[in-house]
């Protein structure tokens, strides 16, 4: 039994076909140690583990579509063709024998470069409008051709992940990737129906690809949805500055059939909206659960000390509290927690709030292998 102050975290939840034991989820995190692409035995084994230490819903690392330049990073799995899809099958397979729940997490880098590699992709690398950050030109603007080609391949990846038999699917549109480009007015300057001065105008590519998706999995296998305000090209970008703009932002997509927004903050704790309900006020999660009415996955740097892109510099974490993602638990602010660099030291990490032991913190050398 989870101790009384942990109670809120090991809740049961439930959505549409999607039945969870807890609220805990395992953010996405790219490995990029699939080899051409395909995930291996290595691969169901790391994810195996997660679901053994306990937690509730297991989402993939970034996993791509069907298009000639959606990865930058030659360990990025696919998620098309037979080879992948095979490796994936042995991966859901593998975390269904342990008793967890997975999604694969949909997606296209559109015009961003790794700073992990110097790997170029052989094709012509697509963005809204040959942009990937403000004023910064790489790559070609997508044709009208392209953009329905890369909805289609959003749809059938659905489709594919269903047949596979995850649980429910994630489609990646945070941190200035493809889907986030469409949104973001510094990537989008398009003049046609794909973009606009306005959010609302803005988001039609991404409501397009989730009404295909919707269209393809039918209406009672859930969809979630990765949003950020942050880009890696920017961390102090917003896209919506106001409950409004963020209304006519996350809105349009849950009406075309999102079920679950995951909210990408680089602290959870940090307050969306200061100005209005103060430094200890709903953050992102909250207010879009508040706004929308879907359900919500609040996620960034949970019992951590720092945050995740100081990862990627080699930057280590010590362990923090809990105190205040319990309260923020409690009274429902969101449904569900994101917990992703955590889980990499210590896949037992679930497993160990739930029985009130030491918390480990987070070593970046163990990004060096899959564990």
């Not at 903050?265 to 909250?286: K, M, V």
């Not at 659960?289 to 996620?299: D, E, F, N, Q």
């Not at 409690?330 to 739930?354: H, M, N, Q, T, Y």
Request: hydrophobic share 45%.
């Amino acid at each position: 039994m989870p101790s009384e102050t942990t109670n809120a975290l090991f809740r049961p939840f439930r959505l549409k076909s999607l039945e969870l034991k807890n609220r805990i989820v395992m953010a996405p995190m790219t490995r990029s140690m699939a080899p051409n692409g395909v995930p291996g035995a290595a691969n169901a084994a790391y994810y195996r583990r997660r679901a053994e230490g306990g937690v509730g819903l297991i989402l993939s690392e970034g996993t791509v579509i069907d298009r000639p330049a959606a990865r930058n990073d030659p360990g990025i799995p696919f998620f098309h063709g037979d080879e992948a899809l095979a490796g994936w099958q042995a991966v859901i397979d593998e975390v269904h024998a342990a008793g967890g729940k997975m999604a694969p997490q949909i997606w296209h880098v559109g015009s961003v470069k790794s700073f992990l590699t110097k790997w170029e992709p052989a094709a012509g690398i697509e963005s809204p409008s040959g942009l990937v950050a403000p004023a910064t030109l790489r790559g070609d603007a997508m044709s009208e051709e392209a953009i329905a080609d890369t909805v289609a391949a959003f749809a059938k990846a659905a489709v594919d992940a269903k047949r596979l038999g995850f649980d429910t699917v994630e489609i990646h549109g945070a941190h200035g990737y493809l889907i986030d480009q469409f949104f973001w007015s510094g990537t989008n300057d398009r003049a046609d129906r794909w973009g606009g001065a306005t959010i609302r105008e803005r988001s039609r590519f991404a409501a397009e690809v989730i009404a295909a998706m919707r269209e393809a999995v039918g209406p009672d296998y859930p969809i979630i949805l990765r949003v950020s305000q942050w880009k890696q090209q920017d961390f102090t970008a917003r896209l919506a500055e106001t409950p409004d703009a963020m209304t006519d932002w996350l809105a349009p997509l849950v009406e075309a059939g999102v079920d679950i927004l995951h909210c990408s903050q680089r602290r959870f704790w940090e307050p969306e909206f200061p100005e209005i309900d103060g430094e200890e006020g709903l953050n992102f999660a909250g207010w879009a659960k508040r706004l929308t009415g879907a359900a919500t996955i609040s996620v960034g740097s949970v019992a951590l000390s720092g945050d995740f892109m100081g990862a990627f510099g080699g930057e280590s974490s010590t362990s923090a509290g809990l105190d205040r993602l319990i309260a923020r638990m409690e009274r429902d602010e969101f449904d569900l927690i994101a917990v992703g660099r955590a889980l990499i030291s210590d896949p037992d990490w679930p497993r160990r709030v739930k029985e009130g032991e030491a918390l480990k913190g987070f070593d970046a050398a163990n990004l060096a292998e899959l564990a």
